[in-house]
């Protein structure tokens, strides 16, 4: 699988292209950690019964979407107070 | 396809494009294999926690059914995580003036189309 690739024969176009994808994969692995974090949380809130089923009923569906929203108003909750913090007291 | 696997006599990459081809191809599988891998091990974790309470000298044909539900159950939810993440990520962007639509966009492409996807 690996192969010896000569990255000194890129051109410069190309250089900038692989840069710009690789910055992408970045930010989607990223995106994807992030999703892998929260996944956890949620199933760990959400899945409370036995398993029966291999899919999501109703209740879990919805508890699964609020718990996503929820975190992310607590994210977004603790940035503000933390940036209204920040400007201290006399801002 | 054959040159993937890298047999040693395959001719060497060449041009400029064959090279940047090769290291897309490489990064994307690379990215790919990472998530699934980190996929599997979360599904490991709490599939066991939740169908193996109590180690036995095997596992039942009850806890065989429980963890191949587990699994499927664990995949539709990362699906609907995925989902309602980036919908509400896009929705703080645009509120706060949106100059990084491009990046949200290309985040969507990064989802696993339905269970069976996320493993291809």
């Given at each position: 699988m690996e192969q010896q690739l000569d990255l000194t024969k890129l051109s410069e176009s190309d250089k900038k292209e692989l840069n710009q994808v690789l910055t992408n994969e970045a930010q989607k692995s990223n995106i994807q950690q992030t999703v892998h974090h929260l996944n956890e949380v949620c199933w760990e809130k959400c899945i409370t019964s036995k398993i029966t089923s291999g899919t999501l009923d109703k209740s879990e569906e919805a508890c699964a979407q609020n718990c996503v929203d929820r975190w992310m108003d607590t994210s977004l909750s603790i940035l503000s107070k933390l940036d209204s913090m920040r400007g201290g007291p006399g801002h | 396809m054959s040159s993937l696997f890298g047999s040693g006599s395959a001719a060497p990459i060449q041009t400029s494009e064959e090279i940047k081809a090769a290291v897309m191809r490489q990064l994307q599988q690379e990215a790919a294999m990472s998530n699934a891998r980190s996929l599997i091990g979360k599904i490991n974790k709490h599939c066991f926690k939740a169908c193996v309470p109590t180690p036995g000298t095997s596992l039942s044909a009850k806890e065989n059914t429980c963890l191949s539900s587990c699994m499927e159950k664990y995949i539709a939810m990362w699906n609907t995580t995925s989902k309602t993440y980036i919908t509400r990520v896009g929705v703080e962007t645009k509120r706060l003036g949106g100059q990084d639509a491009a990046a949200i966009a290309s985040m969507?492409?990064?989802?696993?189309?339905?269970?069976?996807g996320i493993m291809g």
């Open positions: - | 969507a492409t990064g989802m696993p189309e339905g269970g069976g």
